[in-house]
Structure formats: C-alpha cells, structure tokens
C-alpha cells in the first residue's frame, strides 16, 4: 500500500478487514492510505518542479526569458519551478516543447 497507495492492494486489504468485519483495521488502513497518497503526492510534485528546473536550464534562457516563451508570467513560471503549483497537462507539455525547441535552436548555432 505504501508503494502503490491507488493500486488494488489498498483496495484489497480494506475489503479483506471489512470482510472480516475488522472495521478499526479498516479504519486504520484507510488513513494510512491517505497519508500514503499525500507523501506520494508530495514527491510527483516535486519531481515534476525538478523536471521543469532542468527544462528551463536546457533551453538557456533565464526563468523570464523562458516564460514569455510560453505564454505565462514570470511570478507563475516561478511556482512550477519551486513546486508550489503544479502546472496543468497542457502547460507541462507547452514547457517541454518550447524547451527541445530552445535547446536545438542553441546547439545549432
């Protein structure tokens, strides 16, 4: 459960303790999922500021040269990066696109 906080092993064990009519095993394996989702959260979050980070690095531009290459604000691009918000599907991968784009255009010249 701690691994895979959404996989059907969580779902498993719950219904194994209700079955068995364990219902504060129950109840202790459901918070425990939630505490396991929110620390898995937590590092995808984090993973994906990181992600971002190196995104801006390769393209060589600063964060604000980098930002108004994607249509976004500096103060906005700034949360991604510190992992404060994370940005939508769309705007994930706007950054990845602008910084391939940016990085190629560097290693030509």
Same mark, same amino acid.
């Given at each position: 459960?701690? $691994?895979? *906080?959404?996989? *059907?092993?969580?779902?498993? !064990? !719950?219904?194994?303790?209700?079955?068995?009519? !364990?219902?504060?095993? &129950?109840?202790? #394996?459901?918070?425990?999922?939630?505490?396991?989702?929110?620390? $898995?959260?937590?590092?995808?979050?984090?993973?994906?500021?990181?992600?971002?980070?190196? #995104?801006?690095?390769?393209?060589? #531009? /600063?964060?604000?040269?980098?930002?108004?290459?994607? &249509?976004?604000?500096? /103060?906005?691009? /700034? %949360?991604?990066?510190? &992992?404060?918000?994370? *940005?939508?599907? %769309?705007?994930?991968?706007?950054? $990845?696109?602008?910084?391939?784009? #940016? $990085?190629?255009?560097?290693?030509?010249?």
């Amino acid at each position: 459960m701690a $691994q895979h *906080p959404w996989g *059907p092993e969580a779902e498993r !064990l !719950l219904g194994l303790a209700k079955e068995a009519s !364990l219902d504060t095993a &129950g109840e202790w #394996l459901t918070a425990c999922r939630a505490v396991y989702r929110e620390r $898995q959260e937590e590092r995808e979050r984090a993973a994906v500021a990181r992600e971002i980070r190196r #995104l801006v690095a390769v393209s060589g #531009l /600063s964060q604000r040269d980098f930002a108004s290459h994607i &249509g976004t604000s500096a /103060s906005r691009l /700034s %949360t991604y990066v510190t &992992g404060r918000v994370t *940005p939508s599907a %769309t705007m994930m991968m706007r950054i $990845q696109r602008a910084a391939r784009r #940016l $990085q190629k255009r560097r290693d030509e010249e």
